[in-house]
C-alpha cells in the first residue's frame, strides 16, 4: 500500500520516491524523512538536559518524578508530537509565536512538557548545529543499519547461493565482447558475492567512523564555560558524544566538518558501483539466452527450462543506483565546505541525505527482485560453449610451451585462424605433432566445456570471503 500516503500525495508529489515509489520506500522514512530528524533532535536535547542533571558540577537538580517527566519526553514520542513541533516553528502554538527555525521549535516544545524550572536549561549554552549534527548522524546510521545492511545481506545471500549451486554450470567467458576461456556462471557470482562483500565492510567501516561535535557557536564552548567555568565542558562534550557511539571530534568551527559524511557516501557510491556492474552483466546473460524466468511445469510440477525474462526489474536497478550515485557524488562534493566557521549552504543540501539513500534502496530492493525472478539455463550456456572449439587453443598453445616449442603460439593460431575450425581438426593437428605419445593424448583429451581450471573451487571460496567481512 501507500503506507502513510495517501494516494493523492503520492501523484501530488515532486520526488518519485515519495510518489510512484512510496511504498518501497516506506521502510526508510521513519529515519530519513523530516519526521525522524525532529525525533532524533528530541532525542539530544532530551538525553542532554539529562547529562547536565547528571553533572555534579551544574547547580540545576529535579525530584525524581520530573526526572521521569523529563525521560518520558522522547520515549512516548508520536506524531501528534512531531505536529506540535511543526507548528511551533511555522504558525506558533501553546502561548508561543512562531519560531521560523526547526531546533527553536524542538525547544519550545520541551518546554510545553516541562515545569518553569526547568527551562533556562534546555539548550543550555548549545547552538543548533550541536543538535542537528548528532540527530542527522544517528538517523543516517539507524536507517543504514536497519534497512539498508539486511538488503545488502539478502544480494550477498542470493549471489552466493548461485555460486554454490553453478560452481560447475559452464558458460561462455567474453572479454572486449568476443568469446573467451570459458568460466562458471557460478564462479562469475562468486567475484560479484566478493566485491560485494568488501563493498558491505567498506560502509560499515565508514558508519563506525561517525564523528560528532558539541562545541558550540564557534567551537570552543566559550557559553559554558562563560557560564559555569568550573565544568570541564570538553570532558563533557566528549562523554556525551560517546554515549551516542560516536566518535568525539574536539575541533571543528560551529560545523562538524562532515568528512565522515562523505566517507559514507563514498562506501555507498563503491558498493552501488558493483551493483550497477551486476545489473548489466545480468541484462546482457537475459539478452544472450543465459539467465530466464524458472518456471514451474505445472502438470508434473518440475521445474521446466527456464524462458524469456523481462529485464525490467535490473533497468530499474541499474537507473536508481546510478541516480544514487550521481547524488552521492554531489553531497560529497557539497557537505565537507562551509565558509569560514559556517554557512547555511549546506543545511539544504543535508535535507537530500534521505533522497540519495532512498534511490539506493530502490536499487537493491529491485536487484533482490530481479535476482530472486531468475535462473541461468545451463544447457544454453553449455552449448555455446561447444561451439567454440578454438577455446582450447591457448590451452594447447600453453602446454606445447611447456614441452619446449617455441613456435606453440604461432601454430595454433595459424589453424584456430579458420573461421570454423572443429575440435577433431584440433585433434588431427595434435596427432601430426612431433611429440611424445602422451603429450598428443594429453592434448587430444583437451575439451572447451571441461576447460575451467579452478572455477568451480574459486566459485565456492565466494562464502568464505563473504562471511568474514
Not at 20 to 38: N, Q
Not at 198 to 226: C, M, P, V
Not at 416 to 445: M, N, T, W, Y
Request: proline content about 4%; overall charge negative; glycine content about 6%.
Amino acid at each position: 500500500g501507500m503506507d502513510g500516503l495517501s494516494r493523492a500525495d503520492a501523484l501530488a508529489s515532486l520526488s518519485p520516491v515519495d510518489g510512484r515509489y512510496s511504498g518501497h520506500t516506506a521502510a526508510l522514512s521513519p529515519t530519513l524523512a523530516e519526521a525522524g530528524l525532529i525525533k532524533a533532535r528530541v532525542r539530544i536535547e532530551v538525553e542532554y538536559l539529562c547529562a547536565l542533571l547528571d553533572s555534579p558540577k551544574v547547580p540545576i537538580s529535579v525530584e525524581d518524578s520530573i526526572r521521569d517527566q523529563i525521560e518520558a519526553i522522547f520515549a512516548s514520542f508520536d506524531a501528534d508530537d512531531v505536529a506540535l513541533i511543526k507548528r511551533l516553528e511555522t504558525d506558533g502554538a501553546r502561548g508561543y509565536s512562531a519560531t521560523n527555525h526547526d531546533v527553536k521549535a524542538v525547544e519550545y516544545f520541551i518546554r510545553t512538557q516541562t515545569p518553569a524550572t526547568i527551562h533556562p536549561w534546555i539548550h543550555f549554552g548549545l547552538t543548533s548545529e550541536d543538535v542537528n549534527n548528532l540527530a542527522l548522524r544517528l538517523c543516517i546510521r539507524t536507517a543504514i543499519r536497519e534497512v539498508i545492511r539486511p538488503e545488502i545481506d539478502t544480494l550477498i545471500d542470493r549471489l552466493t547461493e548461485f555460486a554454490q549451486q553453478y560452481r560447475s554450470a559452464v558458460m561462455l567467458a567474453r572479454t572486449h565482447g568476443q568469446p573467451a576461456t570459458p568460466t562458471t556462471f557460478g564462479k562469475e557470482m562468486a567475484v560479484y558475492a566478493s566485491r560485494l562483500g568488501e563493498s558491505r565492510s567498506n560502509l560499515q567501516t565508514a558508519l563506525e567512523q561517525l564523528q560528532g561535535k558539541f562545541g558550540g557557536a564557534s567551537g570552543t564552548s566559550a557559553a559554558h564555560y562563560a557560564a559555569l567555568p568550573e565544568v570541564d565542558w570538553q570532558a563533557f562534550g566528549q562523554s556525551f558524544v560517546e554515549s551516542l557511539d560516536f566518535t568525539y571530534r574536539a575541533l571543528t568551527t560551529q560545523v562538524n566538518p562532515g568528512d565522515d559524511l562523505a566517507q559514507v557516501f563514498a562506501a555507498f557510491q563503491r558498493l552501488n558501483l558493483v551493483l550497477i556492474d551486476l545489473c548489466r552483466d545480468s541484462w546482457r546473460y537475459i539478452s544472450d539466452g543465459y539467465l530466464g524466468q524458472e518456471s514451474t511445469d505445472t502438470e508434473t510440477g518440475s521445474s521446466t527450462m527456464p524462458h524469456k525474462v523481462n529485464p525490467i526489474d535490473f533497468e530499474n536497478a541499474e537507473g536508481n543506483l546510478s541516480k544514487a550515485n550521481s547524488d552521492f557524488e554531489f553531497l560529497a562534493e557539497y557537505i565537507p565546505t562551509s565558509r569560514l566557521q559556517r554557512d547555511l549552504s549546506d543545511s539544504t543540501v543535508k535535507r537530500n541525505i534521505g533522497t540519495a539513500i532512498a534511490h539506493a534502496h530502490l536499487g537493491y530492493t529491485k536487484l533482490q527482485t530481479g535476482l530472486q525472478k531468475v535462473a541461468p539455463n545451463t544447457e544454453e550456456m553449455k552449448s555455446d560453449v561447444t561451439s567454440h572449439p578454438e577455446l582450447i587453443g591457448e590451452a594447447a598453445q600453453t602446454i606445447l610451451r611447456r614441452e619446449g616449442d617455441t613456435d606453440a603460439y604461432e601454430r595454433i593460431k595459424a589453424l584456430s585462424r579458420g573461421q570454423d575450425v572443429s575440435l577433431k581438426a584440433f585433434h588431427e593437428l595434435f596427432g601430426e605433432l612431433d611429440l611424445p605419445q602422451s603429450v598428443i593424448e594429453e592434448l587430444q583429451a583437451l575439451t572447451p566445456t571441461e576447460y575451467l581450471g579452478a572455477a568451480e573451487e574459486l566459485a565456492v571460496s565466494a562464502e568464505l570471503d563473504t562471511q568474514n567481512s
